[in-house]
């Protein structure tokens, strides 16, 4: 089988090959190129969570390359699936798992190369239910939403198990749906599929037309991480992060940091045992070699030293995500270098203790120092820096200190190679 994902396909340890014949065929699609696509957990797991279940088959697609993307431009040819190079069109489901609001273009190059309407009142019975999911959806979905025929806010988990019935129900025992049945879903209510995972006093509300919707989960809990956690499905050394293991070890986070939506938007943190964290790699379907542990706060897991401990045991390397200031211990540190990592990432935010109080990160800020005299003991020699400007009461002075901050840091640990990663406040909906 040739095709545009050959490259890939030959190259890929873990993906899924189904007979679709009688089965719900869903598209995942991500709105971003294959390397970006496959180092987002998000899609490995709803990848999984699909083809766990008899009656579905889930294949990928993602934006082409961009000598891909012109030629599928010029001859006219549609986008097709990773896993059989099938036209995305025949899908039953295009699902569209989207990460930030920045992929929200490319929904629309995506939907446009595999030559499915734009707009739902466009489609017929011959195109595919176009839905989408994952954390951009969730935080602002109405940018998107005139585009989409339903969203699903909220953690996978909750929707993907009950997509088919879902699917019968809505097209009416699987038949697809018609251009007025898709035109007449307007709002966002019309639009949601499955339960809003948001914590009861923790509201979520979005504004269309100066009118507030108000939605909540109606007093359920999120749910555990009592399954597997998602983790790399499909090994692949084109994924940005090469071939290691990412394994999310928890979601959300305990801190509040009051420019961070991940908290507002999976409410209470929710972490993964060492046990399921074990079981995730034993299970995996190729051999593992070296693991990413993924979390927005990883050295807030109860677990971690225990967790770093068992992979050095089992002589695996392992690499943590942007580390906390203020959880991170000279032992953590130690463990972190043994487990083979040469870089960390501390995000202070800013370069004063007035700003660091004011957006709730008093504590990560006045404890980076002694995070980097740890990374510095335990053998590490690259420290790298995020840091924020443009919030809410800065002043010249506040984005100077950021410049102050740098040079005593670099004057203290001359050993250390420090990189700054300096971004723009984005003010969330
Ligand atoms: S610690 Fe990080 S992930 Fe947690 S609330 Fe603060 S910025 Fe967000």
Not at 29 to 46: C, E, I
Not at 51 to 64: G, K
Not at 139 to 146: A, D, E, G, R, W
Not at 244 to 261: H, M, N, V, Y
Request: proline share 8%; with cysteine.
């Amino acid at each position: 089988m040739r095709g545009i994902w050959e490259r890939y396909r030959r190259e890929e340890k873990g993906a899924v090959r189904k007979d679709r014949g009688g089965k719900l065929f869903v598209v995942l699609a991500f709105p971003d190129r294959y390397k970006v696509g496959m180092a987002n957990l998000g899609l490995h797991l709803v990848y999984r969570l699909l083809n766990e279940q008899p009656d579905v088959v889930c294949e990928r697609t993602f934006l082409p390359d961009p000598g891909e993307e012109e030629e599928l431009r010029r001859t006219g040819r549609p986008l097709t699936t990773v896993e059989s190079e099938t036209p995305v069109y025949e899908a039953d489901i295009l699902a569209f798992s989207i990460p930030w609001e920045v992929n929200y273009l490319g929904v629309l190059r995506l939907l446009e190369l595999s030559k499915i309407p734009l707009l739902p009142e466009e489609r017929s019975e011959w195109h595919p239910v176009v839905i989408a999911g994952g954390f951009a959806v969730t935080m602002n979905p109405l940018p998107i939403l005139p585009f989409l025929d339903f969203f699903c806010p909220g953690f996978a988990e909750g929707v993907v198990k009950g997509l088919t019935s879902w699917y019968n129900q809505v097209g009416d025992r699987g038949r697809r749906l018609s251009s007025p049945e898709r035109k007449q879903r307007t709002t966002l209510r019309d639009k949601a599929i499955g339960a809003w995972f948001v914590e009861p006093g923790n509201r979520s509300h979005h504004r269309r037309n100066g009118r507030s919707k108000e939605w909540s989960n109606g007093g359920r809990r999120p749910p555990s991480l009592s399954w597997l956690p998602a983790r790399t499905e499909v090994l692949t050394p084109y994924s940005e992060f090469g071939e290691t293991f990412l394994l999310e070890i928890g979601r959300s986070c305990p801190w509040r940091c009051k420019f961070c939506a991940t908290p507002s938007v999976y409410g209470r943190p929710l972490f993964a045992s060492l046990d399921q964290i074990l079981r995730s790699i034993d299970t995996a379907p190729f051999p593992v070699r070296r693991v990413g542990l993924v979390s927005p706060a990883p050295t807030d897991h109860p677990e971690i030293v225990d967790i770093c401990k068992a992979l050095l045991e089992r002589g695996l390397k392992f690499t943590l995500a942007s580390l906390r200031a203020d959880s991170s211990t000279a032992e953590l540190m130690r463990l972190i270098a043994e487990g083979g990592q040469r870089t960390i990432t501390l995000a202070p935010e800013v370069g004063t203790l007035r700003l660091a109080e004011a957006i709730g990160k008093r504590g990560a800020f006045e404890r980076v120092w002694d995070a980097v005299a740890y990374a510095e003991e335990a053998g590490i020699r690259a420290v790298r820096l995020y840091f924020m400007v443009g919030l809410p009461t800065e002043t010249e002075e506040d984005v100077e200190a950021i410049g102050r901050m740098l040079k005593e840091m670099s004057r203290r640990h001359p050993r250390v190679k420090f990189t700054a990663s300096v971004s723009a406040f984005v003010p969330k909906p």
